[in-house]
């Protein structure tokens, strides 16, 4: 199946401080990737569409300016936390699909992290 | 608009149990369901799906049966194990390309 590989898995970075994290779609051109964010036990929730080319999609709530979505080719799309806080603090996932709405969605291996 | 519903955790049980985790769905047109299973530290990976009605999607022993009168898409595995301890999230995907999840549903296995 199709391998989407996010980059790092962890990482720790002090108040204030910018993060970026890579998620990349090995097997197949992605032209939308999606990215989420993960409280400790609870589910998924939709931070934002990214769209390859174009302005990313976000879902209500989610400030545009702190979370910083490029997607300049098929197959690399960039979230970056920009000034982070402690309450940034949280596993952070991409996925893309291939399209139909009956096929999986594949999911990056998550990203921890940890804002001191 | 749409939403998944699953059964609170978290699911403690003993090795070789029988495993029920129920989920419930509302949606406007005739969605895709999946499971998905997430081990600790990991990201979400694909446990079964079903693309339409009384489909039965399986793997690795367990099993979901897409009930349209029902809305339901309940994962059942017969007897489980230790390694599948996880959280296990059932989803659906629409007309569009996003997923929407439960809340996740905890299985602790004792040996």
């Known amino acids: 199946g199709a391998v989407v590989s996010q980059h790092p898995s962890r990482v720790i970075c002090k108040s204030g401080t910018s993060v970026k994290i890579e998620c990349r779609s090995l097997d197949f051109q992605a032209t939308t990737m999606f990215w989420y964010r993960q409280f400790p036990k609870q589910s998924l929730m939709l931070m934002a569409t990214?769209?390859?080319?174009?302005?990313?999609?976000?879902e209500q709530g989610v400030e545009k300016d702190k979370f910083l979505i490029n997607h300049a080719s098929l197959t690399l799309s960039t979230l970056t936390v920009t000034s982070a806080h402690p309450e940034d603090s949280s596993f952070y996932i991409c996925s893309t699909k291939q399209g139909r709405r009956d096929t999986e969605a594949f999911f990056g291996q998550g990203t921890r992290l940890t804002v001191v | 608009g749409n939403s998944v519903t699953q059964m609170e955790g978290p699911v403690t049980l003993s090795e070789e149990a029988f495993l029920t985790i129920n989920c419930t769905y509302t949606?406007?047109?005739?969605?895709?369901l999946f499971w998905y299973v997430q081990y600790p530290g990991e990201g979400l990976q694909l446990l079964l799906k079903a693309t339409k009605a009384d489909d039965k999607g399986s793997n690795k022993g367990f099993e979901a049966t897409y009930r349209k009168e029902t809305t339901s898409f309940h994962l059942e595995k017969g007897s489980v194990q230790v390694s599948d301890s996880a959280v296990y999230f059932c989803a659906l995907s629409d007309q569009g390309q996003n997923f929407v999840f439960g809340p996740g549903t905890r299985l602790s296995v004792l040996p």
């Open positions: 949606a406007t047109g005739y969605p895709s």
């Open positions: 990214s769209n390859e080319g174009s302005k990313a999609t976000y």
